[in-house]
DNA sequence: TAATAACCTCGCAA
DNA sequence: ATTGCGAGGTTAT
């Protein structure tokens, strides 16, 4: 088994160290993973080509490049393996609805993804739903992105925003964006020349990183919060969707008419820091109890 | 400030 | 197979 003998095994005590592939990557935070034939899990993480699935002894990591204990050091960034899973299960699990979705899928972590493709994607939520999000987020990737192969599949690195500003709206169109076309070149341009500088926003108060993104044509304030929880280290992000939104209402006896800053001073003093994660148990139990989605391809 | 229509096209259910 | 509906929002009126 030459396959086996190149992955690199990252130890996971699903105890104290809870990880579920996939929910994790099929709870709507990222549209690029798939599962193939035997399982696994493959997407590509900057310009690598990974491959996941859960062994005896933890998470077994393929790659297009070498697997070192260096790109697994990486990858438990990217799935955020340094949070606390079970503190915050012991937090917040006083909530009947937040630990039924903890019971239901005790593994779901968020995801530290890389900001421009987080933030291209949920431009492209925008009235939208899943499948059509993944499939435009890969057919943008396939004509952009640069191929990596890892035993046989094939698969591009995102579409850079160099890429996409030089495309343009028209191109973006005609490749199924539709009139969310010029939101992602001006998103694109922005990234591209600098005029915002993703990576430096980390650090910023919440409402600057805020400002900032909303001052793209396209971004208002959910998809704001979706691309700061998901890449952007901010996981008091609450971004308020329809779903969330109608959990609010039939569980929390919110009014429906609520504001989406009403929305989230609301979960602020109710989970604090920990908004994002409850955000994203809720839309994530509520989605799949009421129309399951068929985790595929 | 609050409500309403328009926006592109595609996936999915009937 | 074909049709019709509604979709993880934002902007413009």
Redesign the pocket.
């Given at each position: 088994m030459s396959l086996v003998s190149q992955a690199f095994v990252l130890p996971i005590d699903q105890q104290t160290l809870p990880l579920d592939l996939t929910s994790t990557l099929a709870?709507?935070?990222c549209f690029r993973w798939r599962v193939d034939g035997d399982g696994a899990w493959n997407g590509v993480v900057g310009r690598d080509l990974v491959r996941l699935s859960m062994g005896p002894e933890g998470l077994i990591i393929e790659s297009s490049t070498t697997p070192t204990a260096e790109l697994a050091e990486s990858l438990a960034g990217y799935l955020r393996l340094d949070d606390d899973l079970p503190g915050l299960h012991a937090r917040l699990g006083g909530d009947p609805h937040l630990r039924e979705a903890f019971d239901n899928y005790p593994g779901l972590r968020l995801m530290r993804q890389e900001p421009w493709e987080t933030l291209a994607g949920f431009i492209l939520?925008?009235?939208?739903?899943?499948?059509?999000?993944s499939?435009t987020v890969e057919l943008l990737s396939d004509t952009f992105g640069d191929e990596v192969e890892l035993d046989g599949i094939r698969r591009r690195t995102f579409a850079s925003a160099e890429s996409l500003a030089e495309a343009g709206e028209q191109r973006l169109?005609e490749l199924?964006c539709?009139?969310?076309a010029p939101y992602l070149a001006g998103a694109a341009e922005a990234v591209a020349t600098g005029r915002l500088p993703l990576d430096e926003l980390r650090g910023a108060p919440y409402e600057n990183v805020v400002g900032r993104l909303?001052e793209?044509?396209?971004?208002?304030?959910?998809?704001?919060d979706?691309a700061m929880l998901f890449s952007l280290d901010r996981l008091e992000a609450f971004?308020a969707?329809?779903?969330v939104r109608k959990v609010l209402t039939d569980l929390y006896d919110l009014p429906a008419?609520i504001?989406y800053d009403g929305a989230r001073e609301w979960a602020w003093e109710r989970w604090g820091g920990d908004a994002g994660y409850a955000n994203?148990y809720l839309?994530w139990n509520a989605r799949q109890s009421t129309r399951p989605m068929?985790i595929s391809q």
């Open positions: 709870c709507g935070q939520s925008s009235t939208s739903n899943i499948p059509r999000i499939k169109r199924g539709g009139f969310r909303t793209l044509k396209g971004v208002g304030e959910k998809i704001a979706c971004p969707d329809r779903w008419n504001s994203q839309f068929r």
